[in-house]
């Protein structure tokens, strides 16, 4: 199946702190990358969509300004959490996929995010 | 009622039991449907696509698919504890965007 880099795995920071993190698809042209939050015992929660070129599509009570998304090129979608705080702490994953396919999605392996 | 629903954990089942778990889904013009694991504290693998109705065998796995019913299915059979995890069901209801709906997930758990 195809590969998704996500990187980093595990950060942990101080409140206050911007967090960036990577998401790349390394065997194929991803033109969407999906974004996406997990609480513990919770399941997914898509936060946006991004389209390769285009601005990111943001879910309903997602702030954009806080968690911005660059898609910059068919490989690399990246998500920065900005001025982090304890509340922002959670299990962040990535997945790629192709805009008009019915092709699944694959997922990268997530980054877990704790803020002090 | 909720866009992709799946049947109410936890489920637990006995080593080389078959385990089946049931998804249904809201939209009728949907066209994709997938299965994910998820082992805690890791991010969901694909385990099953299904696309057209009938049944799709991999192995221990074979997916259901029902469109007129609304309904996806996911058997394992031959259980073993290493199964045990979340497994999700997502719909991928406009192939336009990609995007997935996923249930809220049913956990197992197969014991020894």
């Known amino acids: 199946g195809a590969v998704v880099s996500q990187h980093p795995s595990w950060v942990i920071c101080k409140s206050g702190t911007s967090v960036k993190i990577e998401c790349r698809s390394l065997?194929?042209?991803?033109?969407?990358m999906f974004w996406y939050r997990q609480f513990p015992k919770q399941s997914l929660m898509l936060m946006a969509t991004?389209?390769?070129?285009?601005?990111?599509?943001?879910e309903q009570g997602v702030e954009k300004d806080k968690f911005l998304i660059n898609h910059a090129s068919l490989t690399l979608s990246t998500l920065t959490v900005t001025s982090a705080h304890p509340e922002d702490s959670s299990f962040y994953i990535c997945?790629?996929?192709?805009?008009?396919?019915?092709?699944?999605?694959?997922f990268g392996d997530g980054t877990r995010l704790s803020i002090l | 009622q909720k866009e992709v629903e799946q049947n109410s954990g936890p489920l637990s089942v006995p080593e080389g039991a078959i385990a089946s778990l049931n998804c249904t889904y809201s939209?009728?013009?949907?066209?994709?449907f997938f299965w994910y694991r998820q082992y805690s504290g890791k991010s969901p693998e694909l385990i099953m696509s299904?696309?057209?109705?009938g049944d799709k065998e991999d192995g221990r796995f074979t997916a259901q698919l029902n469109k007129a019913s609304q309904y996806v299915s996911l058997l394992i059979r031959d259980s073993q504890p290493s199964d045990s995890a979340t497994y999700l069901c997502?719909?991928?209801?406009?192939?336009?965007?990609?995007?997935?709906?996923f249930g809220q997930g049913t956990i197992l758990t197969v014991h020894p």
């Open positions: 997945s790629a996929g192709k805009r008009g396919s019915n092709q699944p999605q694959h």
């Open positions: 065997d194929f042209q991803a033109t969407t």
């Open positions: 991004s389209n390769e070129g285009s601005k990111a599509t943001y």
């Open positions: 939209d009728r013009g949907s066209q994709s």
């Open positions: 299904i696309y057209s109705n």
């Open positions: 997502a719909v991928n209801i406009n192939a336009s965007y990609g995007k997935l709906t």
